[in-house]
């Protein structure tokens, strides 16, 4: 038998809320997904701000380990969220009428916040424009939304970092430098990030650089986006060592990672004893090393 309490019962009566017409009630509920949008709109912006802000931290090499641990901890949620929605985006070749948008973007990037009036002239005239040969397949390329506005750029060709080369120069230099392509900058607006912009712009850079004959496409990084172009097959050292037949080629990078992937089935890398990176050979013709087990006395390379 059921029993209950004793006393006066107090019961509260309310007016079920019914909506008075079927347009209201659709009214409402377009209203309040509207409200939770904007709302879910404002948090992914915070949230893309704190990531932001962490990998700040960490490639600024924050001098307390706490800092670090939370920047840390704070990358792994994020990278660990599984739920973002990915799209197809449309990448194309940027043009003239795209300038401010990807001024704007490139912003994004460490070292491109102020890129003063010079920076943005050389900017807007790599758009697919430069007559001079050694550009001749330079990539500008955006990501645009529905409305055919950038929200994702990525400018590429000649790799810059090779241009100040080392002093020890090998013949082959000028070969090697038409052969690589070099991806110089790539940003996605925040409020697009992790749904497959970065990766649709990469990927149509690399199709755009085998096409024209490059065999080896490289970039720099800061340390901690490793796992970002790990993911995307690169190869992350901080050393880049071609084989160049009877000299190699070698630059080392302190702050900041070489990220590369080859464009070309003859493009190889080998492990060597002695050498901090994987040797990479077939970049130039005719340029693979014999099979078998090499090492480098810091001089010279052993087979
Ligand atoms: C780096 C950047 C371009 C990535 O763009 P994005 O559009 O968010 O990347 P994508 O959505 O294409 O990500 C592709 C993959 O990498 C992963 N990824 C994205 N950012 C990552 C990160 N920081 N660390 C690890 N993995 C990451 C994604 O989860 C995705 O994997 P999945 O397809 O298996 O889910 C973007 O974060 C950015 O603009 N950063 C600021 C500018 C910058 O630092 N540029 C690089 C230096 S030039």
Redesign the pocket.
Known sequence: MLRYPAGPFRTRSREPRVPDSPVTFTAAVVQALERHRAQLADAEERAARV??LA?RTLSAGAPHDGARRLAESI?HT??S??C?P?RAYVVRDARPEDGDTVIE?LG???G?EDLGDEGARMVRESFGRCPCPHHADAAALV?VDDADRPI?VLLGGAPVWMLDGPDNTPPHWLGLTRRIAH????????E???????????ERAEHHFRTSGRRLVT????P?????Y???GYSVQSHFVAFLGQALYREDFHDIRMAFKPLDPRVRQTPVMGLPAPMISGILEDNAPPAGHWWFDGERLHH
């Open positions: 990531v932001e990998r990358l994020y990278d969220d599984s973002r990915k973007l994004y990037i460490e491109f990501a994702g991806i110089s900058a790539v940003a996605v607006d925040p697009h990030r992790r749904a497959g912009a970065g990766r649709a712009l990469i970039l720099l990084h800061a901690d986006l490793a796992p970002y790990d993911a995307l």
